[in-house]
Nanobody, 116 residues
Framework: QVQLVESGGGLVQPGESLRLSCAASRITFSLYTMAWYRQAPGKQHELVASISSGGNRGYADSVKGRFTISRDNAKNTVYLQMNSLKPEDTAVYYC??????????WGQGTQVTVSA
């Protein structure tokens, strides 16, 4: 059974940083596009950042310059470094692994709260 396990969420003050991790198991990790999504209360699910199997990165406009996605294929792990956090970054963050419409997996989510 495929597992994506997120960690690293928590409560921080505005301007602080967090690093999220997502460890994958039972997939050929290097073949998957990995992504982070988030969902805030009352808002739509939003793509935050993605990184392809070839290392190409993409970001939502709202996080460009503040967030960095990276992957370590040897550890089957994807990271999201979040700097200069804002209250509007508060959400549940989900890890996604996708190789096709059939091979599309989600983690359970980790809460990030940015509040003074």
């Amino acid at each position: 059974q495929v597992q994506l396990v997120e960690s690293g969420g928590g409560l921080v003050q505005p301007g602080e940083s967090l690093r999220l991790s997502c460890a994958a198991s039972r997939i050929t990790f290097s073949l998957y596009t990995m992504a982070w999504y988030r969902q805030a209360p009352g808002k739509q699910h939003e793509l935050v950042a993605s990184i392809s199997s070839g290392g190409n990165r993409g970001y939502a406009d709202s996080v460009k310059g503040r967030f960095t996605i990276s992957r370590d294929n040897a550890k089957n792990t994807v990271y999201l470094q979040m700097n200069s956090l804002k209250p509007e970054d508060t959400a549940v963050y989900y890890c996604n692994a996708r190789a096709s419409m059939t091979y599309d997996y989600w983690g359970q989510g980790t809460q990030v709260t940015v509040s003074a």
